[in-house]
């Protein structure tokens, strides 16, 4: 397809490179504070090149019988390349991200994306959702609208789930050290900007990490911190680990311990040579499928399947996310930053805000709550009855309870 001025155009719109803002909002561009309304306009020559390089893949052997033993399975990924390619409309999905009010600021040299739906309560408490690896926002877009404008009496939400730097729509960082950190202190920038002097924070994967240092960083504005992924050790020096943590809370550790035997060495992989396994990722969106496919399986309880606990469109919408914003490789590279950190990447010091945890059976790690209540300050702790890591896509029903009553408590 020849390239003309409009092509040109909605090309520099989508990477961030080109931007009507107005004389007014490049003043404040300038000063590095302009919030910059923004929609999702993938050109179609990126589309295109996607079928054709579906049209070309060029599947693996298989062990007979093996079924997902040794990875993503070999007859599943065929299935789910031809409906990528044949069946699968972006464009719908695009129309339906757009719905959602979003956004870009540049924050710390770097362009955030985020969406931000207000509420039409005058109370409504601002809430900050942070995603992981290999998720994005899309893993929130069923929850908005319950949390913005939630049945009367119940407590509503202004809404502000962001994509981390390196993921999605937000720029990819070119210089070492964005760890969660870094990304924590972005992310209180960001709320302070919105006009926010008091807000929640929610994340799980990643984002659990992020919202903790949050809480460390952000404390005198921070309501309270939730999270569906809570990671900690037992306390320094104990004589008895397992002081405190009853025969259940065993059980399920041993169980997060067996599992993760089998499900560490992508985290291994993305953690010493990230730029290496890019090249695949960055170059095949078959290979790409299969790599984030796998764990949307694995990490549920309906797993491995993972067409078991989600749609095939939600997890091509989140896989083609990544394909058609080429991040692939700068998302794993959060890992490598987390490594780095060493012993900083898990906080050492107690987070004084309060702290809701809702823990689901399909989650891959496991902490008891005697261990967490060492570092954190538990005021909300739920054993969830089914779901897994991708709760708010997997369970939202299940999600947004638990988000609503721990922040009327603490609100």
């Known amino acids: 397809m020849p390239i003309t001025r409009l092509t040109l155009v909605v090309c ?35 589309l295109k090149d996607l079928k054709e390089r579906l049209s070309r893949t060029r599947f693996p052997s298989e062990i007979e019988n093996s079924d997902w033993d040794y990875g993503t399975n070999l007859s599943y990924m065929r299935d789910l390349v031809t409906y990528w390619r044949t069946t699968f409309d972006w ?27 207000k509420s039409s309560r005058a109370d409504a408490v601002p809430l900050v959702f942070v995603h992981g690896w290999p998720g994005s926002i899309l893993e929130v877009t069923k929850i908005i609208g319950p949390l913005t404008e939630p049945p009367p009496g119940e407590i509503a939400f202004h809404v502000v789930a962001i994509s981390l730097p390196g993921y999605g729509f937000s720029e990819k960082p070119k210089q070492a050290g964005v760890s969660n950190r870094r990304i924590a202190a972005m992310i209180a920038q960001l709320m302070a900007r919105l006009g926010y002097q008091r807000y ?14 949050l809480g460390l960083q952000d404390p005198q504005h921070l309501v309270g911190v939730h999270s569906n992924m809570c990671v900690a050790g037992p306390p320094p020096g104990a004589s008895d680990p397992n002081a405190g943590v009853s025969a259940e809370e065993q059980k399920r550790m041993e169980a997060a311990r067996a599992r ?5 060495a992508y985290s291994q992989l993305q953690g010493t040579k990230p730029q290496t396994l890019g090249y695949s990722l960055n170059d095949s969106p078959a290979g790409l499928a299969a790599w984030i496919v796998e764990k949307f399986g694995a990490w549920s309880d309906g797993g491995p399947d ?53 823990n689901y059976p399909g989650e891959v790690t496991r902490t008891p709550r005697a261990w967490a209540e060492h570092r954190y300050n538990i005021t909300h702790w739920t054993e969830q009855p089914r779901g897994g890591h991708f709760a708010a896509m997997q369970v939202p029903d299940l999600f947004t309870d638990d988000v609503r009553i721990f922040f009327r408590s603490v609100r």
């Open 200 to 213: 929640g924070a929610q994340g799980g994967d990643w984002g659990g990490f992020i919202v903790r240092q």
């Open 306 to 358: 993972p067409e078991a606990s989600f749609t095939r469109d939600q997890l091509l919408t989140n896989i083609t996310t990544y394909w058609v914003t080429a991040t692939a490789t700068s998302s794993t590279r959060l890992y490598y930053e987390m490594r780095q950190a060493g012993r900083g990447a898990i906080p050492q010091e107690y987070v004084a805000v309060p702290t809701g945890v809702a």
């Open 260 to 264: 993760i035997v089998t499900e560490q």
């Open 12 to 46: 520099l719109v989508v990477t961030g490179l080109l931007v009507d803002r107005g004389p007014a909002v490049r003043l404040a561009a300038q000063e590095g504070s302009a919030i910059v309304p923004f929609k999702i306009a993938v050109p179609d020559a990126v």
């Open 91 to 117: 464009r719908v999905q695009e129309r339906r991200l757009n719905d959602l009010p979003q956004f870009k600021t540049q924050i710390d040299g770097l362009d955030l994306h985020f969406v931000h739906k």
